[in-house]
């Protein structure tokens, strides 16, 4: 199973998803990569690890992914309702309204 993930933790930052074949909807595995390194890896469910992570980077001071960066401010902004009042114009003009 290692030669699976060999590809997969080399990016800054992920959430790694690895299914079973039997199983469609339900994931094998779900795990959180960061810097190359499998930090968290019973995670459970991908909601819950998108949680984890955030709360890693909160907790562990770290700067989003550059390429990732918008992606992660709205993630924090809309649905985490952090800092919505700073809303980067980028950001705003993605927002969707409910």
């Known amino acids: 199973m290692q030669d699976v993930h060999e590809g997969s933790m080399d990016h800054t930052m992920k959430v790694l998803v690895i299914h079973n074949s039997a199983a ?11 810097e190359g390194n499998q930090v968290l890896n019973t995670c459970g469910y991908r909601t819950k690890a998108c949680v984890m992570l955030m709360g890693l980077i909160y907790a562990l ?5 550059k390429k990732l960066k918008f ?7 809309l649905f985490l309702e ?3 009042a700073k809303m980067l114009k ?9």
Request: aromatic share 12%.
């Open 61 to 65: 001071n770290l700067e989003y992914p």
């Open 90 to 98: 980028r950001s705003r003009a993605s927002k969707v309204s409910y």
């Open 71 to 77: 992606t992660f401010e709205v993630f924090q902004k």
């Open 82 to 84: 952090i800092d919505g």
């Open 24 to 34: 469609e909807e339900d994931p094998a595995a779900v795990s959180i990569v960061i």
